[in-house]
């Protein structure tokens, strides 16, 4: 089945660092990816999407490229904030499937 | 719009009782899907329709679950009887047939103690 792989966490970074969190996927056919946050106490927010192969998805200074050929979504950013400290979530959607299908979540600290 | 709605936002109950969940998703949304968040098994996917339809509910745990949407702007899950292990945050989503994304709600965060 579908399945969604997330480095561990927590990660700890100093404001204006640069982030990487890596997101592979295992998928039968041609999927959705996306990047969901997570604050504290709250639901999740859809951070940025891709819809086919080499589509890059990008909001709030974060991107992240669809690589069908390593089966990847790496969100980066390239000068955190405090306020981007959250749980972020990795996510597929898989053709003529409307559900998510979601990674185990990487917490990321960011200390002033 | 106001987003997707749930209520409550928390509830503590017993052993044994009737929980019920509720969810109002975005209107014109034609998916809603209830998700369950615990440390140990992140998000699972328990249940979703299409059009008021059930389409997939095997993550549903075990008869103790059952959802209902008795019409697009309202859905339930409920568990009769509730044990301490489905202690967890319930969310609810929606998206719609233009998009791929789907939109959540707070979360109801459920203790059975």
């Known amino acids: 089945g579908d399945s969604v792989t997330q480095m561990e966490g927590p990660v700890t970074l100093s404001e204006e660092a640069f982030l990487t969190i890596n997101c592979t996927y295992t998928?039968?056919?041609?999927?959705?990816l996306f990047w969901y946050v997570q604050y504290p106490g709250e639901g999740l927010q859809l951070l940025l999407k891709?819809?086919?192969?080499?589509d890059k998805g990008s909001n709030k200074g974060f991107e992240a490229t669809y690589r069908k050929e390593t089966t990847s979504f790496h969100l980066e950013k390239g000068s955190v904030q405090v306020s981007d400290s959250a749980v972020y979530f990795c996510?597929?959607?898989?053709?003529?499937?409307?559900?998510?299908?979601f990674g185990s979540g990487t917490r990321l600290q960011v200390q002033p | 719009d106001a987003g997707v709605i749930q209520s409550p936002r928390h509830e503590v109950t017993e052993m044994g009782q009737e929980v019920t969940l509720r969810c109002k998703p975005i209107?014109?949304?034609?998916?809603l899907f209830w998700y369950r968040q615990t440390m140990m098994r992140g998000l699972e996917l328990l249940i979703y329709?299409?059009?008021?339809?059930?389409?997939?509910d095997s993550g549903m745990p075990e008869d103790r679950f059952s959802a209902k949407m008795p019409n697009a702007s309202f859905s339930t899950l409920k568990i009769q009887p509730s044990e301490p292990r489905d202690s967890a945050v319930y969310f609810c989503?929606?998206?719609?047939?233009?998009?791929?994304?789907?939109?959540f709600g707070q979360g109801t965060r459920l203790t059975v103690v």
């Open positions: 989503a929606s998206s719609s047939n233009l998009g791929t994304e789907a939109f």
């Open positions: 998928a039968t056919g041609y999927p959705s």
């Open positions: 891709a819809t086919k192969a080499d």
């Open positions: 996510a597929l959607s898989e053709t003529g499937r409307r559900a998510l299908t």
């Open positions: 209107s014109g949304h034609d998916y």
């Open positions: 329709f299409n059009n008021n339809v059930p389409i997939d």
